[in-house]
Protein backbone atom coordinates (compact mmCIF):
# COMPACT_ATOMS: atom_id res chain seq x y z
CA UNK A 1 0.00 0.00 0.00
CA UNK A 2 2.72 2.17 0.81
CA UNK A 3 4.71 2.19 -2.39
CA UNK A 4 1.17 2.22 -4.54
CA UNK A 5 0.95 5.44 -2.46
CA UNK A 6 4.62 6.48 -3.19
CA UNK A 7 4.30 6.10 -6.99
CA UNK A 8 0.83 8.11 -6.90
CA UNK A 9 2.33 10.89 -5.31
CA UNK A 10 5.43 10.49 -7.63
CA UNK A 11 3.06 10.86 -10.44
CA UNK A 12 1.48 13.26 -9.76
CA UNK A 13 4.06 15.51 -9.29
CA UNK A 14 5.68 14.63 -12.27
CA UNK A 15 2.48 15.59 -13.79
CA UNK A 16 2.19 18.65 -12.15
CA UNK A 17 5.94 19.80 -13.23
CA UNK A 18 5.32 19.08 -16.88
CA UNK A 19 2.68 21.20 -17.16
CA UNK A 20 4.44 23.96 -15.17
CA UNK A 21 6.89 23.52 -17.85
CA UNK A 22 4.50 24.17 -20.59
CA UNK A 23 3.26 27.45 -18.48
CA UNK A 24 6.93 29.10 -18.03
CA UNK A 25 8.71 27.81 -21.63
CA UNK A 26 10.93 30.18 -23.82
CA UNK A 27 9.21 31.36 -26.41
CA UNK A 28 10.50 32.25 -30.20
CA UNK A 29 9.95 35.87 -31.63
CA UNK A 30 10.92 36.96 -35.10
CA UNK A 31 11.41 40.62 -35.83
CA UNK A 32 14.00 43.50 -36.39
CA UNK A 33 16.18 44.89 -34.21
CA UNK A 34 15.42 48.38 -33.88
CA UNK A 35 16.79 50.00 -30.31
CA UNK A 36 19.43 48.97 -27.42
CA UNK A 37 19.65 51.02 -24.43
CA UNK A 38 21.63 50.53 -21.28
CA UNK A 39 22.57 51.96 -17.90
CA UNK A 40 22.36 49.23 -14.86
CA UNK A 41 21.00 47.09 -17.33
CA UNK A 42 20.96 46.41 -21.04
CA UNK A 43 17.67 46.18 -23.09
CA UNK A 44 17.08 45.23 -26.77
CA UNK A 45 13.79 46.27 -28.55
CA UNK A 46 12.96 43.98 -31.24
CA UNK A 47 10.15 45.06 -33.82
CA UNK A 48 7.98 41.73 -35.06
CA UNK A 49 6.77 41.20 -38.20
CA UNK A 50 3.16 42.78 -36.97
CA UNK A 51 4.78 45.62 -36.22
CA UNK A 52 4.70 45.23 -32.09
CA UNK A 53 7.83 45.90 -30.05
CA UNK A 54 9.06 43.81 -27.60
CA UNK A 55 11.39 45.39 -25.23
CA UNK A 56 13.84 42.87 -22.85
CA UNK A 57 16.99 42.49 -21.18
CA UNK A 58 19.72 41.82 -23.38
CA UNK A 59 21.56 38.60 -22.43
CA UNK A 60 22.81 36.32 -25.36
CA UNK A 61 25.98 36.34 -27.01
CA UNK A 62 25.27 38.99 -29.26
CA UNK A 63 24.53 41.51 -26.53
CA UNK A 64 28.42 41.76 -25.81
CA UNK A 65 28.76 43.58 -29.63
CA UNK A 66 25.81 45.39 -28.92
CA UNK A 67 27.30 46.53 -25.87
CA UNK A 68 30.41 47.73 -27.33
CA UNK A 69 29.25 49.32 -30.27
CA UNK A 70 29.49 53.36 -29.96
CA UNK A 71 27.67 54.33 -33.42
CA UNK A 72 23.90 54.75 -34.15
CA UNK A 73 23.55 51.83 -36.22
CA UNK A 74 24.64 49.69 -33.30
CA UNK A 75 27.86 48.31 -34.85
CA UNK A 76 25.76 47.25 -37.88
CA UNK A 77 23.15 45.18 -36.35
CA UNK A 78 20.12 48.04 -36.06
CA UNK A 79 17.82 47.00 -38.67
CA UNK A 80 18.79 43.66 -38.78
CA UNK A 81 16.48 40.80 -38.96
CA UNK A 82 16.83 38.43 -35.76
CA UNK A 83 15.00 35.37 -33.90
CA UNK A 84 14.95 35.24 -30.68
CA UNK A 85 14.63 33.21 -27.60
CA UNK A 86 12.59 34.83 -25.34
CA UNK A 87 13.61 33.63 -21.37
CA UNK A 88 13.36 35.59 -17.58
CA UNK A 89 16.41 37.22 -16.50
CA UNK A 90 17.54 39.13 -13.39
CA UNK A 91 16.80 42.71 -13.45
CA UNK A 92 20.15 44.56 -11.32
CA UNK A 93 20.66 48.12 -9.79
CA UNK A 94 24.23 49.58 -9.99
CA UNK A 95 25.53 47.26 -7.08
CA UNK A 96 23.99 44.27 -8.65
CA UNK A 97 21.29 43.79 -6.31
CA UNK A 98 18.41 41.78 -7.92
CA UNK A 99 15.53 44.20 -8.35
CA UNK A 100 12.96 41.57 -10.16
CA UNK A 101 12.77 39.51 -13.13
CA UNK A 102 11.48 40.10 -16.37
CA UNK A 103 11.49 39.16 -20.27
CA UNK A 104 14.74 38.66 -21.20
CA UNK A 105 16.27 37.95 -25.06
CA UNK A 106 18.91 35.04 -23.96
CA UNK A 107 19.27 33.83 -27.42
CA UNK A 108 19.92 35.98 -30.70
CA UNK A 109 20.11 34.28 -34.24
CA UNK A 110 20.59 36.28 -36.94
CA UNK A 111 18.40 35.74 -39.66
CA UNK A 112 19.49 36.26 -43.57
Known sequence: MKKSFAFILLLALCLSNTAYAKK???KTI???IT???GADNFYLTIVDNKGKAHNALC???LCDKLIEAT???LGGYKGKKVKV???KGNQTDAAGNIMGTM???IKIELIK
Do not use: I, K
Open 35 to 37: AFD
Open 24 to 26: TAD
Open 30 to 32: VGT
Open 103 to 105: DAF
Open 85 to 87: VVG
Open 71 to 73: DEN
Open 59 to 61: MAD
